[in-house]
């Protein structure tokens, strides 16, 4: 049997292949022939273009530009096939389940990256953004023409020779209504300081002389730096240990009234008996909208909250008619006129929240409604702090006798506070000294907006108080004066007569039933006083907006023996310490 027996062909590739392998095997010859497959068309054409191409290689050297051809095919197939191996790693590595959170992320930033470069090109940028408004502040008012307050002047006193010491005045008061309708919107510009901190410190030392573990022990160069007004200032202002004032710092208050306490965030009326010293005197013509709003708080030690649990006038309410009773632990001094400075001073700490305060002593009896007076003193006079002026006495120096003749502090440290001050330039008042019309305070009234300017001056005023006697009207001019000569600041000093208006002084308990009010038998010229009232007279004012306040008498006995000139000694130097 030949090999065209078995159905072979003897051309082509395939067959002469197959034809090699069959006749070099040494396994058994197949007896059932392989079934012949006719080549495609496609692969006939391509055979014949590669014998045309062999044909015409060695002509006219085309043979080597087929060699070029084919080189470079073969570089164009390895780049390409490379490329797409490097291609499917990277892309099985992007695509792992640890990547493909970041190639979203990449991809939408990209896509948003573009997107804004995009609309840049066609939407205009948009414009700066515009500064900040500047604070907005409080900048007073004038009252309306024809208001019966704008043009009202005090009368003349009563010509009353038997009677020349102090006594109330006419005070013209907004109705109840426009009163609390022109309460400000936004604080008063404080001039010099917009940030005031406290000086917090646990461990202390003792410094030159004064201070206290409750004020703290500020040197000489502190208490000097506290007078450089600037923008950020920090201070010592009482209440230096401990986690909050009232909370572990001396002085300390329940957590129930503190937390009371911060949340009054309007208008505060402040008043303390501490020694059981004065009886709790309730407010009078207070308006309904003022007991709902007003927050109403009596300081007190344990001494007189024994005192009034005893008397049946303090049960389980803590509250005696419109005041809160707050009962205050572990008081800092011995002193309880030392102990009684610490809330008039220092309001703004133990009420962080209140926009305004109205601080009245103990032995006083509100007589008009609190923003009947807020109106009068701070608003309309677009002030942040107002207080009375002695009614009789305007000079510190005098002030000062007074004190050590009164008995009212050791004549030694009154001597050593006034020679300190004069070696600090405090000088006698004089008319020099006007618009000031007085360096003497009647401490027992104040009036005053919490701004960081106002807060700064009660907490100098405090650490005077800390430092030296706690005799306030000596140290009040100080600390003015300092403050003035570097800011535009000031405070409204009314007069006497205005305050006896609005509160009815009373003594104290013990001495109460056995004193009668000192008389003045000298009568001592004052300064010329800066007119703050309008001098163009209204033809007709409403007798529901002037105030006068009748003198409350005391039950006491009164005879020819009164004018004898033993009596006017004993009460121009009494020695008890309890009178003020």
């Known amino acids: 049997m030949t090999t065209g027996s078995l159905g072979l062909r003897s051309s082509g590739s395939y067959g002469s292949l197959q034809q090699q392998l069959f006749q070099n095997s040494s396994s058994p010859i197949q007896t059932t022939p392989p079934i012949p497959r006719k080549p495609p068309k496609l692969f006939k054409e391509k055979e014949g273009l590669f014998l045309r191409i062999c044909k015409f290689a060695p002509r006219k ?27 499917a790693e990277q892309s099985n590595r992007m695509f792992a389940p640890e990547t493909v959170h970041k190639y979203t992320f990449r991809g939408i930033e990209s896509i948003q990256k573009n997107n804004v470069g995009q609309s840049a090109s066609t939407v205009q940028p948009p414009p700066p953004p515009l500064p900040p408004s500047p604070p907005v502040y409080f900048k007073g008012y004038t009252l309306p023409p024809g208001n019966p307050c704008e043009g009202f002047t005090l009368p003349p ?29 936004a604080p008063s510009f404080s001039p010099g300081v917009s940030n005031l901190t406290y000086i917090h410190e646990e461990n202390q030392s003792k410094t030159e002389f004064g201070g206290s573990d409750f004020g703290g022990y500020p040197s000489l160069i502190q208490r000097n730096d506290s007078y450089d ?8 202002c009482g209440f230096v240990r401990g986690i909050r004032p009232g909370h572990q710092t001396g002085f300390d208050i329940d957590d129930s009234d503190l937390l009371e306490m911060e949340s009054c965030q309007g208008v505060v009326v402040a008043s303390a008996i501490f020694g059981a010293f004065d009886l709790i005197r309730q407010p009078e013509n207070t308006s309904e909208y003022a007991k709902k709003n007003v927050c109403f708080y009596m300081f007190v030690d344990e001494q007189t909250e024994a005192f009034l649990r005893n008397s049946s006038e303090l049960n389980s309410s803590m ?8 009962v205050v632990h572990n008081l800092p001094y011995d002193d309880p006129r030392r102990n009684g400075k610490v809330p008039k001073l220092l309001l703004h700490r133990l009420f962080p929240n209140a926009r305004y305060s109205l601080w009245i002593d103990g032995k006083l009896e509100l ?19 107002a207080i009375s002026r002695h009614y009789k006495r305007f000079d510190v120096f005098v002030e000062a006798e007074a004190n050590k003749a009164a008995a009212k502090f050791d004549n030694a440290s009154i001597d050593f506070q006034v020679d300190f ?9 004089s008319r020099a000294k006007l618009p000031i019309t007085s360096d003497v305070p009647e401490g027992c009234v104040i009036i005053r907006e919490h701004i960081p300017i106002s807060n700064l001056f009660t907490c100098l005023w405090f650490n005077e108080v800390d ?30 007569c205005e305050r006896r208006n609005f509160v009815i002084q009373g003594y104290h308990r013990d001495v109460l039933g056995r004193l009668t009010p000192p008389h003045a038998n000298i009568i001592v010229h004052h300064p010329p006083p800066v007119v703050h009232e309008s001098h163009h007279t209204s033809p007709f004012v409403p007798t529901s907006t002037v105030i006068t306040t009748p003198i409350k008498k005391i039950p006491t006995k009164r005879g020819r023996e009164r004018k004898s000139k033993r009596h006017r000694k004993v009460i121009a130097g009494n020695k008890d310490p309890n009178f003020n």
């Open 367 to 385: 007589v008009v409604d609190p923003y009947q007076i807020l109106e009068r003193f701070l608003w309309r006079k677009n002030a942040s702090f």
């Open 467 to 496: 430092r030296f006697t706690p005799r306030d009207q000596i140290s009040f001019a100080i600390v003015r004066d300092k403050i003035m000569s570097k800011t535009n600041w000031t405070v409204n000093m009314f007069l006497d």
């Open 61 to 87: 050297n085309v043979g080597m530009l087929l060699l070029c051809v084919v080189s470079a095919a073969a570089f164009l197939w390895v780049l390409y096939v490379g490329k797409g191996e490097v291609a």
């Open 229 to 236: 007004i600037r923008e950020s200032m920090s201070v010592h």
């Open 157 to 185: 006193p009563p010509a009353d020779k038997k009677r020349t010491g102090p006594r109330p005045c006419p005070v013209c008061y907004l109705p109840v209504e426009q009163a609390i309708a022109l309460m400000p919107d």
């Open 319 to 326: 509250r005696i008619g419109l005041w809160r009773i707050v």
């Open 421 to 429: 001050y004069k070696k600090e330039g405090l000088t006698p008042y």
